[in-house]
């Protein structure tokens, strides 16, 4: 009797989520008591319905309520745990909201292992026995456990429904067949059941078959992309292998040319450099001459020379010689590079058709959105100097003094700016907390510009990163920047933002998270690389954090 009367002090104290002793004991409203942990975590699964239950009795609770601690429960459990009693043994597995009931158990009740489709009734471990010993019971159908036994039961006659009458489509007991539905085309349910259960099968055989192929085609597509990629890359390396050889045999014709006219026109000015150094000579000589009737009988011949060789005859072009040449080159230059640009643009524009995964729906609810969560923290070694991370390095603040960082070749040396560890690839979404400040939550690729105060390194102002600014109270406003525009957007504020981001159909979404989800931008693009996540603050005390969302 004693043992009796601890085995009912044990049910008596226990957690009926857990089923374990209670541990800190709260009581709610409807007068029920659970484990302070196990009522809270339950209810933290139902924040966005805003509609808070007890797990026993399933009364509704508008606000949450505070849990507040049960003194007397919690006095009476520890005075318990200090008679020696353990928790309810582990083959005492009590049937939870969720589960499906002993329909023998009396009191409270064991979970089911099985439910028997003539008996109507489902069973714990110790009460389907009967049914794997008697002969009675061996022929029942046993099938896993399941609420909705009582849907073969007909309401009318509270009798099994064993008939499925053609005529109606519907199911039937055997009084309905012999009554209102007796000039009708009735055959036996299990005849029916069966027949349905074979056609399900055939259909869902069907179409694991439609998927099989399906896969095989998909893969088919994959070998044969990878192996277009294979030869186009091949081709194009000897193609442009040939045109280094053209242009590179086409540098060395040039610069032989150069260099033949570089002689002709230097031998040419050197000879008459000569001739106009040789008349000097002479008429440095003739102006020293005292004899008068030399310089009479000379100076006939040296005004020929001088008038010949006079300086108007003389042509100097500095540095325009080859100027010709040069246009020509960057002339060719220029065509090749429209050509190759052009090109460039038409492999794009193929590579966005090449897409081979089926389509999948956008989320719609929070709850959609939580499936696709990512676990994101920040990178120290890209962090601007007076940004201070912490908190596992998922939340960033700013300090006035710089933090003791050590150099690095991927840190912001001049934007607020920090990126990810983590890269995002397929459907991801993550939330952001921010402070009241300005906050500018961000994506980007990895090779953005880090060092200097460009724009090339800042976020949106470059076509390497996405960001929404977000301002604070009361302007309930947000701006988005790309590539240098910005677009204004109003929308309700909120302290959290959420980001959704499919990387293979191009789509990028801002929400303003808050009782509901509100979009704010929605980008549809194509991403070339890799994305990281990223966050921007400006002010002091200004702070955001990635949140924990599994």
């Known amino acids: 009797m004693a043992q009796k009367a601890v085995h009912l002090d044990r049910e008596t104290f226990s957690c009926l989520i857990c089923l374990d002793l209670l541990k800190d004991p709260v009581t709610i409203p409807c007068g029920h008591s659970y484990c302070k942990n196990c009522i809270k975590d339950n209810w933290d699964t139902e924040d966005e319905k805003r509609i808070y239950s007890c797990p026993q009795c399933r009364k509704h609770f508008t606000p949450r309520p505070e849990l507040l601690k049960n003194t007397m429960l919690a006095a009476l459990v ?29 009191g409270r009740k064991l979970r089911a292992v099985k439910s028997c489709l003539v008996c109507l009734a489902s069973y714990c471990e110790k009460h389907l026995q009967p049914h794997y010993q008697s002969a009675t019971f061996k022929k029942h159908k046993l099938v896993e456990p399941s609420k909705k036994l009582q849907e073969n039961i007909c309401s009318r006659h509270d009798e099994v429904m064993k008939m499925f009458c053609r005529t109606d489509q519907q199911y039937i007991c055997y009084r309905c067949s012999v ?13 029916k059941r069966q027949r349905e259960l074979g056609e399900s099968r055939r259909k869902i055989q069907q179409r694991i078959q439609d998927r099989e192929e399906d896969v095989k085609l998909l893969q088919q597509e994959v070998e044969a992309i990878n192996g277009s990629a294979d030869k186009a890359v091949e081709h194009n390396e000897k193609i442009f292998a040939q045109l280094f050889c053209v242009m590179e045999k086409r540098n060395s014709d040039v610069k032989q040319q150069v260099r033949s006219q570089q002689e002709t026109e230097v031998r040419r000015v050197k000879e008459l450099q000569e001739t106009l150094e040789q008349e000097i000579t002479e008429l440095k000589k003739l102006s020293h001459t005292e004899d008068h009737n030399q310089f009479l009988h000379n100076y006939p011949s040296l005004s020929a020379l001088s008038e010949s060789t006079h300086s108007s005859s003389i042509n100097i072009r500095p540095l325009k010689y080859f100027e010709d040449v040069t246009a020509a080159v ?6 090749l590079q429209d050509v190759l640009r052009q090109t460039g643009t038409t492999i794009s524009l193929t590579e966005t058709q090449v ?19 990512c676990d994101i923290t920040l990178d120290p070694n890209t962090a601007y100097t007076r940004l ?57 690729y990895k090779n953005i510009s880090r060092a200097g105060d460009s724009e090339e390194c800042e976020f949106g102002s470059n076509d390497k990163s996405w960001t929404l600014y977000c301002f604070p109270q009361p302007f309930l406003h947000y701006v988005f920047h790309h590539n240098n525009v910005q677009t204004s957007i109003s929308g309700p504020w909120s302290s959290r933002v959420g980001v959704y981001l499919d990387h293979s159909a191009g789509i990028l979404s801002f929400y303003s998270v808050s009782d509901t989800m509100t979009l704010l931008h929605r980008v549809q693009t194509i991403f070339r690389q890799t994305l990281y996540a990223g966050l921007q603050i400006d002010l002091y005390g200004d702070s955001a954090e990635f949140c924990k969302l599994k």
Do not use: I, M
Request: aromatic share 8%; proline share 7%; with cysteine.
């Open 355 to 373: 897409d081979v995964s089926p389509s999948q729906p956008e989320p719609k609810t929070r709850a959609d959105f939580l499936k696709y969560s």
């Open 179 to 191: 009554e209102e539905h007796k000039d009708h085309d009735t055959v036996s349910a299990a005849g």
């Open 330 to 335: 960057s002339e060719v230059r220029d065509k």
């Open 388 to 444: 201070l991370l912490y908190k596992g390095n998922r939340k960033v603040t700013v300090r006035r003094r710089p933090q003791s960082y050590p150099d690095h070749p991927d840190r912001f040396t001049w934007w607020p700016q920090v990126l990810s560890r983590e890269s995002l690839t397929g459907r991801c979404y993550w939330e952001v907390e921010r402070s009241e400040g300005r906050v500018s939550v961000a994506v980007a």
């Open 78 to 106: 520890e005075e318990l745990n200090k008679t020696g009693l353990q928790a309810a043994p582990a083959d005492l597995c009590y049937a939870g909201p969720e589960d499906v009931a002993c329909d023998v158990c009396t």
